[in-house]
Structure formats: C-alpha cells, structure tokens
C-alpha cells in the first residue's frame, strides 16, 4: 500500500461490494482490449520517503548554485535575497494546497492577497489595471501581443533589437498561427531606434527597460512615434521604484518577469509574470481578475472578476487560454513588496545603481574591456571583451566567480544584486583581468 | 425547520452573531473588527522591514529625466504586522490539508510534504537558470529522468517540459500541429473540440490561429462517431480529445476515432487533464495519440498554490517529434546531459529558460515514491474511490433528486446532474455546493461540463478515505433531506464562512480592481 | 425584474430580440425572457455608430456575470445610435427591457423585413 493511499484490503472489498463488481479491473470494462496497457510500467518500483530524499538531494549536489560561487548572472533572471518570512508564509498550507478561488466564501485569503497583488503593479507601473498573474515574463509579452492583435486588428509587430531574446522567440512561436510579422528595431549604442511615427499597420512596439543590454531606454520619447499602435514595454519590476514608470510615460501594456519579487531562482521557474494596462484595454485582458465588493451582510470581500473574458465561459471568442495565474509566486512578490516598503523599493533601487556604476567603471578599467554601450544603467550592464566571452566565463567560473552571461561572440552580461557587495566586484575585476591577460 | 438557537449551538460553524446581530454575549474578536483590512490600509509612513545593505561603493545618481519623482506606494510596515496580515489572510482560505476537495477535474489529491523539502534544497532553488548545463548536470539529469517517466506513463518517447501550465501545453500542441503540417505543404484551417471539451480546448484553438468545430457528444457520453466522420475532412488539423472525457466516461470507440482522424491526415491531441484515471491501465499513445499534455499540478502532486504555479509538459510520436520546443533536454553518449537548441525545425519557445523546475522537482519526486506500480494503483484507486461514492450517493438516495448524467461505470470522476433537485425541491446546484461550504467541504465543480443541466463534477482522488467519501454522502443527504423541509436555509447558505454569498454583479458592474491610495 | 410581458406594439424575432418600428428606424432591445434568461446584465458591448446589421446575425453582446450571449439583430440596417446609459446602469436591461433598457437605433435598409417578425401574440406563443 502506497504511503499517500489509505484503501486497506478490508475498505476495498468493503467498497467494490457497494459497487457492485467483483473486482478493480472490472471497473475498467470501458477501456477497449486493444489499447490496454497489459504490462506493468517501466518505471522502478517506489522507494521510501528517506531514499527519495537522498535520490534529489543527491542530484541537488551536482548542481553549482548561487550559493556556490559568487555569481554575476543575470539576463531574465536575479539573485536577490529572499526574506524569511517569505518561506514561512508560503509554506501555510491554506496558501499552499488550495485550487483557484471558485467558491469565493472560502478563499478570500487567496481572493485578497490577489487584489492587493493588482494594487501594488499598478503602483510600481503606473497603469490602471493589473491581472492576478501569468506564467511568466517572456509568455507575458506574447500576450501582450495577442491582446494588441486582436485589440487593433492589426498584424504588423516592432520588436526592438534590445528586447529580451527569449522574448523575441516567445512572441514569434505563440503568433505562428496569427497571420502577423515581426519586423526589428534597430539599437545604436544601447538604444532603440524609432525617430518617426510608426505605420498604421502597426499592432503593437515591444521595447525592455532596461532592455536587454541594460541601457535605460527614453520610453517617453519612444512613445512619441507609437501612433495608433499599443507600446508594450517588459519592465524588471525591481527597478520601478527608481526609474519612471511606464503608465506616465504613454505606456499602454507593462508586462515582465515577476522573478526578483521574492521569488527564487529555481533554475528557471515557477515565478510569475505581471500584466498592467491602461484602462482602455480592461476588458481585453488574459487572466485572472479579483475585484472588491460586499456579501449579503454588507461586508467586504473580494471575487473573481470580469470572468466573462475567460475560456471558461467565453470559450474559442475568450481573450486568452490562461486558466490559472501564478497566485502562489505572486503572493511571494507582495509579500516582498510590503517587505520592502515604500522606501525600501527606493533604496534597494539606488543601491543597485551605485555598485552597478562602480562594478561597470571597475570592470571598464580592465585592458581587453569596452563598454558595449554607453547609456545609463540600473542593475546589469554590457561589455565587449576582447576574448571569446565563452571562454572568459569558464575560465572565471573555474576560480569560483561566475562573470555574468556570455552572449554573441565576445559580449558580457554583467548582473547587480544587493548579494554582491564591492568585495565581490573587486574579486570579480581581479578574474577577469587575469582571464583577459 | 427554521434553524434555531439549538442547532446553532451544536453546529460550531456557524456564527451565531451572524444570523442574530443583536445577540451581545457574542464578543467581536479583534480579528473580525479587522475584517478584511488590507495592507495599504495597515500602513504608517516610517515603519519598515528592510533595511538597506551599508553602501560600500561612491554613490551615483541616474540622470534625472529617468528617475521616478514619486516613489510608488507601497505599504511601509514591519515584519510581525506582515507576518499577522498573511496569517490571517490564510485562516480565510479552505484548503487541501484541511479537507476533502473533491472539485472535478482537477484532481485534488494530497501534496506530499516531503516535495517541498527537496525543491528548497539549495542546489535547486538557487540554481541560475543561465548555468552553463555542465555546472548543472543535477539539474538537467533530474529533467531527462521526468521525461523519460513521463514518456513512458504517456506512450509517447519525445516530452518537452516547457509549457507553463496545462493550457500552454495545449498552444503547444496546437503550434507543432500546424509545423508537423505546413512542413509537408499542407495548410490546414479548422480543429475539431467535442462540446464536452474544456474551455481552454476551443480557446486554444482560437490563439494558435485556426477555426472551432464542435463535434457531438452520443448517447453514451462519447463521441459522436457519426458527426466526427462528417466534419473530418482535409481541412482539419487536429482533433482535441480527452479520455476519460469530462463526463467521467472512458470513450470505448477510440480505436475508431484514431483511424478516422488519421484517415483524413490530422493529428491526435489528448487532454491530459484526466490522466489520474489510467496511469498503468492504457496510455494514450497506445489508444493512437500523437501528442499529450499533462497537468504536473493536478496528476503529479504540485500544489495548486490557490491557483498556478503548474507545468504542462506535452508528449509527442515520432513524426512531431523535429517540431517541440527548444531547448531540449538530451543525454549523451558520454553519460552527460545538456541542452540540446541546434533543432532546426522546433517551433522555438514558449517561455523563459526551460520550464518550471520547481515543479519538475516535485513531479520526479513522486514519481519516485511511488514508482510504476504504485502509479498503477493511484489510478485504480482513484477509480474505485469515485465509484464508490457513486454508490454510497445511490445508496443514500442522493442519486433520486441528482441523478449521475450518465448512468454507468465511471472513472476518476463523475458527472450528476442538479435538474431534478432544482425542478422538486427549488434548489439549485449552487445551493447545494453553497452548503456544503457550511458542512465544511469544498463543493465539486459546479456548472460545468455544460452538456448537462445544474452539473455537479465530483472527483475524489485516491487519497481519500473511505470515511471521508461516506462523511461527504451523508452531508449530501443531510442537505436534500433539510431542502425538503426548507429550502430557505440552503438558499440563503453559506452561514459560518468569513464572508457569505458576495454581489459578483455588483464587481463586474462597476470592477474596483485596485485600491485607491 | 418585472413580471414577464410582452408590448402589442413591438415586433419580435425568435432569437428573444424586439424591434420598435418608426418610419423608416426601429429601436431595438432584447425581450424580458431573454433579459430573464441571462440573469442580472453587467456589460452590454454595443457596436459602434455607422456599422451595418444584417437580420439574423449577432450585432452585440450581452454580459451577465457567468454568460456572454450573442444579440441578433431582427431587422437590418445602419446603427444611428446606441444606448449610452446602459455604460453606467447595465441593469437598465432587466429592470426596463422595452424602455431605458433598449439597446441601439437603426435606420432600416429594408422595411419589408418586418413582415417576417413576429407580433406579441405569436411570440408569447413561441415560448410556451
């Protein structure tokens, strides 16, 4: 008997004596001869709780985390701390285990942490209108551009050069079926180009800040050539409390990786990703929704909302196939948020600022570094090394600093958190000098 | 029957101040003044929880044209009112381990706890998911071993584990439909969804660019073979099926549907939402499947997080395999693994990075606990489990005023149907669910599959007791047998939750999605 | 919600839709088993002034909390207004279903269409 059944002999025949047959197999009477399996799975009989554990921390071991090197990797995703309480909250089970909130009685926990979730990436974006959550930031950004496709009727997609790869490559496999194109923005040293009025064919820009080499983009500028279409903008929603928000810079779609909100690395995921807008576009929205109301006694309380726009009800004319957000990952970025406070958003900003500027003024220092642009920066930043960048990352990671993220032939990627004080930099600078010698 | 003082009494979930707001002996706990309070409104400017790293570097500004004038506004409280906010928060969710969830379709079976253990081992939650794959050898190995589990529980060799969650699973099979097609030239418009399919099925369909055609449901439950023969033509891609189907029904023709899906050149897609019910028993590549989602947070143990994260790996046969997601994760000659993005005909991706490990680690986990035979059994007893309830419903009368839509064997799940209890006794299936809130069990699905009248989805899973799918039983009856003298309290229920029914009209009407600050 | 009824002086279509024809415009709403059906109205999407409505075929959506239907237009012709007021009081379409709750103006594109309607006797009919 399996640990996580209960079904003694006694219950089972107890049971199929209610039913009415004689034995289990004879509950599958509907699955033809033919496709019956007749063997058992080629799957090693189940193990212990005890060598389970051993089995994955074991495979756990061969991995080189964060906590193993110091690390400068960055490129989507963040090692930033994550507090305590953090892992004390999500691992209530009343956050943990339950399903999405159907019966809204008895999920205003989940209903609410939901509407304060919405609350807080309107703030840091400046939009009106946030979701509870989608899977993450690059299949946000293809949303983006479905709400945009079918919002404007259009098919012609701008993506900037500079906007997350992974981004680019999302945005062109989930629209192989629309019937749009992906045309591309050049980037001169660090910034997106656009210095007129785009066609009115255009469906939507897509444009990262910082994008995807770091450079803070001038997206009120930006927004002056977006003529009819919608600019969509991947944000990291860590730099909001320091750098303009997207909703005050004529930005109608903020969408990103929710990771560095108090989620872990995990080597990729679960995180989430967040999806802002303006109010126009409330009703084109994927996702899940909560909304504030009352109950029958006039108290407060909080529903699924909007739910019209959903698969569920709406079916092939729905905004979206999402069913589920990332409720639990998005609990973990307001509880972080509300760790981080006001001010606190403000001086982790800041923070990454200054060491950014001195990690890039060090590094820049070193013979066989250039600046791959020189535009202002908040957390990451990149170079151009004069070896192969492959090659400079193993050979650093090979004396215990990883150096960032090696992209085309010679470029480095080079990540700030709050983890990696001015120690690590230098000790950083010392490798990468050696590697470049 | 009114209730009455009594009952209330004995029934501690009820809250007396509730239904009797003049009753003074009743005392309001600081909690319910606190009622559902925010955040934002617990905030007080200069109370903080963080507390910034020394700034050991010269400070630098950002040019001012970039920087924020007014930082957003975020709640500034300390750590014990975080902690107190989500903890109360929490007492105001039903969960999983705290009762039976026997919402159907979504197989609410137990999270076991040693998973979460092991994805926080530092190894996997700290792992860059940018880790050059031969410093992540770990990580990539635990990958390939889920894959090849998950092929095998699937019949299909070639699982990509991307997809986010079980409706990116389906894009994803939508999208390598339409590469596996066009590669050969062939352009196809339409794919076909019974009208007992999910809503994410049609939506689907709608996002990766093609036309829904709904196919009929027979009298069994199955699929209209007739209605399928007439509307597969050349023009369809792809037929979207799932089996056991949301009528809890095994549909007996599938040999059938296989031959004349592939006869006209269209692929196969198999909803993996209800594969608790067959894992050992038959795989859907066998049945003639060539591609498959699964739900790793329903079947493999991820918990549901009150909704995501999940994953939604698909399986695929041979001839789509050129056509899944890159990158994916290959074992090599030598023994190692990597990640192998030199596939040339791959749709390309539908995410960041490679997919929801976490959730992979979880996934394996289990796999492991309970390996091929006890994968087996979990679906056997899911089986037994939802038969019996059937019965004990039956036995109970339950069946009189609900009636099973179908009336016969079932799967993991079954279907009944509220028409007969609304038409004799006036309550509706939302009435019903609504006090079972009151009997402290999470209702079934409710209103959904569609095809049937006031439907009620039940799916108890495997690892529930006995007792408890008797205890379940009987607070049905006790609910039709209470609706027979008064439906008002039925109506009118819940009673003993934090909040009761709540004006969803009202929030669609005028939608207050965020709060003013 | 009112008791049901059925206004003499209105045409209706079999898909629950009723026109008030004036000269060469109709005014056009949805009946009160349609409104009942559907339950408490919280959207209507009108469709935008100058599009043209073709008999038979949908023209705008009603939303209830957990439905989303379809309106068809009875007659066809060219939309000259739509109910703004329903943008604030949606329930206008249950509470008043043949007067604030109407839905959009039309200026008719063949008035012979009407003898295809049918009048309130037959539609009462139709329902039971």
Same mark, same amino acid.
């Given at each position: 008997?399996s640990?996580y059944t209960?079904?003694?002999?006694?219950?089972?025949?107890?049971?199929?004596?209610?039913?009415?047959?004689?034995?289990?197999?004879?509950l599958f009477?509907d699955v033809?001869?033919?496709v019956r399996l007749?063997?058992?799975l080629d799957i090693?009989?189940?193990?212990?709780?005890?060598?389970?554990?051993?089995?994955?921390?074991?495979?756990?071991?061969?991995?080189?985390?964060?906590?193993?090197?110091?690390? #400068?990797?960055?490129?989507?995703?963040?090692?930033?701390?994550?507090?305590?309480?953090?892992?004390?909250?999500?691992?209530?089970?009343?956050?943990?285990?339950?399903y999405?909130?159907?019966?809204?009685?008895?999920?205003?926990?989940?209903?609410?942490?939901?509407?304060?979730?919405?609350?807080?990436?309107?703030?840091?974006?400046?939009?009106?209108?946030?979701?509870?959550?989608?899977?993450?930031?690059?299949?946000?950004?293809?949303?983006?551009?479905?709400?945009?496709?079918?919002?404007?009727?259009?098919?012609?997609?701008?993506?900037?050069?500079?906007?997350?790869?992974?981004?680019?490559?999302?945005?062109?496999?989930?629209?192989?079926?629309?019937?749009?194109?992906?045309?591309?923005?050049?980037?001169? !040293?660090?910034?997106?180009?656009?210095?007129?009025?785009?066609?009115?064919?255009?469906?939507?820009?897509?444009?990262?800040?910082?994008?995807?080499?770091?450079?803070?983009?001038?997206?009120?500028?930006?927004?002056? #050539?977006?003529?009819?279409?919608?600019?969509?903008?991947?944000?990291?929603?860590?730099?909001?409390?320091?750098?303009?928000?997207?909703?005050?810079?004529?930005?109608?779609?903020?969408?990103?990786?929710?990771?560095?909100?108090?989620?872990?690395?995990?080597?990729?995921?679960?995180?989430?990703?967040?999806?802002?807008?303006?109010?126009?576009?409330?009703?084109?929205?994927?996702?899940?929704?909560?909304?504030?109301?009352?109950?029958?006694?006039?108290?407060?309380?909080?529903?699924?909302?909007?739910?019209?726009?959903?698969?569920?009800?709406?079916?092939?004319?729905?905004?979206?196939?999402?069913c589920?957000?990332?409720?639990? !990952?998005?609990?973990?970025?307001?509880?972080?948020?509300?760790?981080?406070?006001?001010?606190?958003?403000?001086?982790?900003?800041?923070?990454?600022?200054?060491?950014?500027?001195?990690?890039?003024?060090?590094?820049?220092?070193?013979?066989?570094?250039?600046?791959?642009?020189?535009?202002?920066?908040?957390?990451?930043?990149?170079?151009?090394?004069?070896?192969?960048?492959?090659?400079?990352?193993?050979?650093?990671?090979?004396?215990?600093?990883?150096?960032? #993220?090696?992209?085309?032939?010679?470029?480095?990627?080079?990540?700030?958190?709050?983890?990696?004080?001015?120690?690590?930099?230098?000790?950083?600078?010392?490798?990468?000098?050696?590697?470049?010698? | 029957?009114?209730?009455?003082?009594?009952?209330?009494?004995?029934?501690?979930?009820?809250?007396?101040?509730?239904?009797?707001?003049?009753?003074?002996?009743?005392?309001?706990?600081?909690?319910?003044?606190?009622?559902?309070?925010?955040?934002?409104?617990?905030?007080?400017?200069?109370?903080?929880?963080?507390?910034?790293?020394?700034?050991?570097?010269?400070?630098?500004?950002?040019?001012?044209?970039?920087?924020?004038?007014?930082?957003?506004?975020?709640?500034?409280?300390?750590?014990?009112?975080?902690?107190?906010?989500?903890?109360?928060?929490?007492?105001?969710?039903?969960?999983?381990?705290?009762?039976?969830?026997?919402l159907g379709s979504c197989t609410m079976k137990h999270n076991?706890?040693?998973?979460?253990?092991?994805?926080?081992?530092?190894?996997?939650?700290?792992?860059?998911?940018?880790?050059?794959?031969?410093?992540?050898?770990?990580?990539?190995?635990?990958?390939?071993?889920l894959q090849v589990a998950l092929g095998e529980i699937a019949g299909l060799p070639h699982v990509s584990l991307?997809p986010?969650a079980g409706s990116h699973g389906e894009?994803a099979g939508?999208?390598?439909?339409?590469?596996?097609?066009?590669?050969?030239?062939?352009?196809?418009?339409?794919?076909?969804?019974p009208?007992t399919a999910h809503?994410t099925n049609?939506?689907?369909?709608?996002?990766?660019?093609?036309?829904?055609?709904?196919?009929?449901?027979?009298?069994?439950?199955?699929?209209?073979?007739?209605?399928?023969?007439?509307?597969?033509?050349?023009?369809?891609?792809?037929?979207m099926l799932t089996n056991p189907n949301t009528l809890g029904v095994f549909d007996?023709?599938i040999?059938?549907?296989?031959?004349?899906?592939?006869?006209?050149?269209?692929?196969l897609y198999y909803d993996g939402a209800n594969l608790n019910a067959v894992m050992g028993k038959t795989r859907p590549g066998d049945m003639g499947f060539d591609i498959v989602h699964y739900n790793l947070h329903k079947t493999f143990t991820q918990?549901h997080?009150?909704?995501?994260?999940g994953a939604g790996p698909i399986a695929v046969s041979?001839?789509?395999?050129?056509?899944?997601?890159?990158?994916?994760?290959?074992?090599?000659?030598?023994?190692?693994?990597?990640?192998?993005?030199?596939?040339?005909?791959?749709?390309?991706?539908?995410?960041?990075?490679?997919?929801?490990?976490?959730v992979f680690?979880r996934s394996y986990?289990y796999i492991?606990?309970l390996g091929g035979d006890g994968l087996q059994e979990a679906s056997e007893l899911a089986v037994l489990n939802a038969?019996?309830?059937?019965?004990?419903?039956?036995?109970?009368?339950?069946?009189?005023?609900?009636?099973?839509?179908?009336?016969?064997?079932c799967m993991h799940e079954f279907?009944?149907?509220?028409?007969?209890?609304?038409?004799?006794?006036?309550?509706?299936?939302?009435?019903?669910?609504?006090?079972?809130?009151?009997?402290?069990?999470?209702?079934?699905t409710?209103?959904?599959?569609?095809?049937?009248?006031?439907?009620?989805l039940?799916e108890p899973t495997e690892t529930?007791?006995?007792?408890?799918?008797?205890?379940?039983?009987?607070?049905?009856?006790?609910?039709?047998?209470?609706?027979?003298?008064?439906?008002?309290?039925?109506?009118?229920?819940?009673?003993?939750?934090?909040?009761?029914?709540?004006?969803?009209?009202?929030?669609?009407?005028?939608?207050?999605?965020?709060?003013?600050? | 919600?009112?008791?049901?009824?059925?206004?003499?002086?209105?045409?209706?279509?079999?898909?629950?839709?009723?026109?008030?024809?004036?000269?060469?415009?109709?005014?056009?709403?949805?009946?009160?088993?349609?409104?009942?059906?559907?339950?408490?109205?919280?959207?209507?999407?009108?469709?935008?002034?100058?599009?043209?409505?073709?008999?038979?075929?949908?023209?705008?959506?009603?939303?209830?909390?957990?439905?989303?239907?379809?309106?068809?237009?009875?007659?066809?012709?060219?939309?000259?207004?739509?109910?703004?007021?329903?943008?604030?009081?949606?329930?206008?379409?249950?509470?008043?279903?043949?007067?604030?709750?109407?839905?959009?103006?039309?200026?008719?594109?063949?008035?012979?269409?009407?003898?295809?309607?049918?009048?309130?006797?037959?539609?009462?009919?139709?329902?039971?």
């Open positions: 008997m640990r209960s079904a003694t002999e006694t219950d089972r025949q107890e049971m199929l004596a209610a039913i009415g047959v004689e034995s289990i197999d004879d009477a033809p001869e033919g007749g063997r058992p090693a009989p189940g193990k212990p709780e005890q060598e389970v554990f051993a089995r994955l921390r074991d495979l756990a071991a061969k991995n080189v985390s964060a906590e193993d090197e110091i690390s #400068f990797l960055g490129a989507g995703m963040y090692d930033h701390y994550v507090p305590a309480l953090i892992d004390s909250i999500l691992s209530r089970s009343e956050f943990l285990t339950p999405t909130p159907y019966q809204p009685e008895i999920s205003q926990g989940g209903l609410q942490v939901m509407f304060e979730y919405q609350t807080a990436i309107s703030e840091l974006t400046g939009l009106p209108v946030s979701n509870a959550s989608v899977y993450e930031g690059p299949s946000a950004v293809a949303a983006a551009g479905w709400l945009a496709h079918t919002h404007t009727k259009k098919t012609k997609f701008l993506v900037s050069e500079s906007l997350h790869p992974h981004s680019l490559e999302t945005l062109a496999t989930t629209s192989a079926g629309w019937g749009t194109t992906i045309e591309m923005l050049p980037v001169v !040293n660090g910034l997106t180009q656009l210095d007129e009025v785009v066609g009115d064919d255009v469906a939507a820009i897509f444009v990262g800040q910082p994008n995807f080499h770091g450079a803070i983009e001038d997206i009120a500028a930006l927004s002056q #050539f977006k003529g009819s279409a919608l600019l969509v903008v991947q944000a990291d929603p860590l730099t909001l409390g320091v750098l303009r928000s997207p909703g005050e810079d004529g930005v109608d779609i903020c969408v990103g990786e929710g990771q560095t909100l108090g989620n872990r690395l995990d080597f990729g995921g679960p995180s989430f990703g967040f999806f802002a807008a303006s109010q126009a576009l409330l009703r084109r929205m994927p996702g899940r929704i909560a909304g504030e109301t009352t109950d029958v006694d006039g108290r407060r309380g909080f529903v699924l909302t909007l739910q019209t726009r959903e698969q569920h009800i709406r079916r092939e004319k729905a905004t979206s196939n999402i589920t957000a990332q409720a639990l !990952n998005a609990l973990a970025g307001v509880i972080y948020l509300s760790w981080l406070g006001r001010e606190g958003l403000v001086e982790l900003g800041e923070l990454l600022v200054s060491r950014t500027h001195y990690a890039r003024e060090t590094l820049a220092a070193i013979d066989g570094v250039e600046l791959w642009h020189d535009q202002p920066v908040v957390r990451e930043f990149a170079l151009k090394l004069s070896k192969n960048a492959h090659e400079v990352v193993e050979f650093c990671s090979a004396r215990g600093v990883n150096p960032g #993220f090696a992209f085309d032939d010679n470029g480095l990627l080079v990540a700030i958190t709050e983890q990696r004080s001015k120690a690590d930099i230098d000790r950083l600078a010392e490798v990468l000098k050696e590697a470049l010698a | 029957m009114s209730i009455t003082e009594n009952q209330l009494h004995a029934d501690p979930s009820i809250e007396a101040h509730e239904l009797h707001p003049q009753r003074s002996a009743v005392i309001e706990t600081e909690q319910q003044r606190d009622h559902a309070k925010t955040i934002y409104e617990k905030s007080k400017p200069g109370r903080r929880a963080f507390v910034a790293p020394e700034l050991d570097v010269p400070k630098h500004e950002l040019p001012a044209k970039f920087r924020r004038a007014e930082a957003p506004k975020l709640p500034e409280i300390a750590e014990p009112e975080i902690v107190r906010h989500y903890n109360r928060l929490s007492k105001r969710n039903f969960d999983l381990d705290s009762g039976f969830y026997p076991p706890k040693l998973h979460e253990r092991v994805a926080a081992l530092p190894g996997h939650a700290r792992l860059h998911p940018l880790t050059n794959p031969k410093r992540a050898q770990g990580a990539l190995e635990l990958m390939h071993s991307q986010s894009l939508v999208l390598v439909t339409r590469a596996y097609h066009e590669d050969r030239g062939d352009f196809r418009t339409k794919i076909l969804t009208d809503g049609p939506a689907t369909v709608t996002m990766g660019g093609y036309e829904v055609v709904k196919v009929g449901t027979n009298a069994d439950g199955g699929v209209d073979i007739e209605d399928l023969r007439a509307k597969a033509d050349d023009q369809v891609a792809c037929l007996a023709n040999e059938e549907i296989a031959k004349i899906v592939h006869g006209v050149g269209a692929t918990p997080g009150g909704g995501g994260p041979d001839r789509i395999e050129p056509y899944i997601t890159k990158p994916q994760v290959v074992k090599l000659e030598d023994g190692t693994f990597d990640l192998d993005f030199d596939r040339p005909k791959s749709i390309g991706r539908l995410r960041g990075f490679q997919g929801n490990f976490g680690v986990a492991l606990s038969n019996y309830l059937l019965a004990k419903l039956r036995e109970l009368g339950v069946t009189d005023l609900l009636p099973p839509a179908y009336d016969r064997l279907v009944l149907s509220g028409a007969p209890m609304k038409r004799e006794l006036g309550l509706k299936t939302l009435d019903l669910a609504k006090r079972l809130l009151d009997h402290n069990f999470h209702p079934p409710v209103y959904f599959p569609l095809l049937v009248e006031e439907a009620l039940i529930e007791t006995k007792e408890t799918l008797d205890a379940f039983a009987e607070a049905m009856a006790e609910i039709l047998r209470e609706g027979a003298e008064d439906p008002e309290i039925a109506r009118n229920a819940p009673y003993g939750t934090p909040v009761r029914r709540l004006d969803e009209a009202g929030a669609a009407k005028r939608p207050v999605i965020r709060q003013p600050l | 919600m009112a008791d049901a009824s059925y206004p003499d002086d209105l045409k209706y279509h079999t898909e629950h839709d009723w026109a008030r024809i004036d000269g060469d415009t109709a005014v056009l709403g949805i009946t009160w088993y349609a409104q009942d059906q559907l339950g408490e109205v919280v959207f209507f999407d009108p469709p935008e002034v100058g599009t043209s409505i073709t008999a038979g075929s949908p023209y705008a959506e009603v939303e209830s909390v957990k439905a989303v239907s379809d309106v068809i237009a009875p007659l066809s012709g060219e939309i000259v207004e739509v109910n703004d007021g329903l943008k604030d009081s949606p329930e206008q379409i249950n509470e008043d279903s043949y007067g604030e709750g109407w839905l959009v103006k039309i200026k008719l594109s063949d008035a012979s269409e009407a003898d295809g309607l049918m009048d309130a006797e037959s539609y009462r009919q139709s329902l039971s």
